[in-house]
C-alpha cells in the first residue's frame, strides 16, 4: 500500500469565496500536518502549472469554493497534469456547481425540490420584467427564494416576501451570476448533511440544524462565530433524520459525486425533506457544518482528511 507523505492544499481562487477557502484551506493543511504529513500550500494562480510539473506533489487537496473551484475546471487541469486529487471528477462537478441541473437530477430520481424557475439575466431585459415578475409571482406565490443558479456562501441570496423586494433580490443575484433561480421558500428546519466515502462505499454524517440568530443563513451568519446556532445532530425525529440522510445519499450518488459532499435541505413541519443545492467541496471553516458532522460521527476530523488524501493517492491521476 502507497505511503501518503505529501500533500498540496489548493485554496484561495479568484471567487468572492476566496477568504473562506483560505480559511478552510488553513484548516485542513494543519489537519494533515499534526499527522506527520509534509503539507504544501497554493492558490490557483500562473505559477501552479510550472509547479505541477516540476514538483509535483503526490496527491493534491482542492478546498477551493465557487467558479473554477467547484465547477471543474480546476479538476480538469489536475488530469492534464497526471495529479491525483480529492474530490469529485470533473464533469459530476459541473453538473452538482447548476443549481438547476443538480435539482432536476436529483428530482428525477423521487427526491421532493422546491417549486421554481430559473431564468438567465437577458429573459428579463429581453422580454420585459414588469410582466415576466407578474408571471413568477402568479405561479410561485410568496414567500420566495432568489440565488445565483452556480455560487455558493449565500452570495446574492435573497429571501423574497413581496413583489417590490422581488425586483431587488434579482439585481443583487446579477451580480453575481447571469442566471438567476427563483423558488417558493420552503418554512422549516433548515439542514446539511455531508455524505463521506473512505473507501467502503458513500455513508452519510449526522445532519447539522443550523438556526442563524437574524432568520437568515447568510454569508455573515455563516462564517462569524457566535451568529448560528449548530445543533449536530439535529432535533428531529428520527423518521425525518432517516429521510434527509437517504435524500443525501441520492443526491451525491445522482450526480456521479466522490469522496465527500455536503447536501442543504429544508424539513418542513410536516417532516417532508427538499433538497436545495449540493457542495463537492463543502466548507472546513470553524463555522463550517461539514466538520462539525464528522465530529458528531465519532470521527477525527484530521483522520478524515487523511483518509481522503491516501484514497486519492490509490485511486491515481484521473487522465
Known sequence: MADLDRVLVLAGGMSPEHEVSVRSGRRVAESLRRLGIE????????????????????VVFPVLHGAA??????????????????????????????????????????????????????????????????????????????????????????????????????????????TAVIEERVVGTEIAVGVLDLGDGPFALPPVEIVPDGGVYDYAARYTA???????????????????????????????????????LIVDGTGRVRFLEVQVAPGMTETSTFPQAVDAAGLDFAVVCRELAHRALLRGPGV
Open 39 to 58: 503539507v504544501q500550500t497554493a492558490d490557483v494562480d500562473s505559477a501552479l502549472l510550472a509547479r505541477l510539473a516540476d514538483d509535483p506533489p503526490q
Open 69 to 178: 473551484g467547484e465547477d471543474g475546471s480546476v479538476r480538469e487541469i489536475l488530469e492534464l497534469s497526471g495529479v491525483p486529487y480529492v474530490g469529485a471528477p470533473p464533469s459530476a462537478c459541473r453538473v452538482a456547481f447548476a443549481k438547476s441541473t443538480a435539482k432536476a437530477l436529483v428530482a428525477a430520481r423521487g427526491v421532493s425540490v422546491p417549486r421554481g424557475v430559473t431564468l438567465p439575466k437577458s429573459a428579463f431585459h429581453d422580454l420585459g420584467a414588469p410582466a415576466l415578475l407578474e408571471r413568477i409571482t402568479a405561479a410561485l406565490g410568496f414567500p420566495l427564494f432568489v440565488k445565483p443558479d452556480q455560487g455558493g456562501s449565500a452570495f446574492g441570496a435573497t429571501p423574497v416576501d413581496s413583489a417590490e423586494a422581488l425586483s431587488a433580490a434579482l439585481v443583487a443575484c446579477f451580480a453575481y451570476g447571469d
Open 226 to 264: 457566535g451568529r448560528t446556532e449548530f445543533f449536530s445532530p439535529a432535533r428531529l425525529p428520527e423518521a425525518a433524520v432517516d429521510a434527509a440522510t437517504a435524500t443525501a445519499l441520492t443526491a451525491h450518488r445522482a450526480l456521479g459525486l466522490r469522496d465527500f459532499s455536503r447536501a442543504d
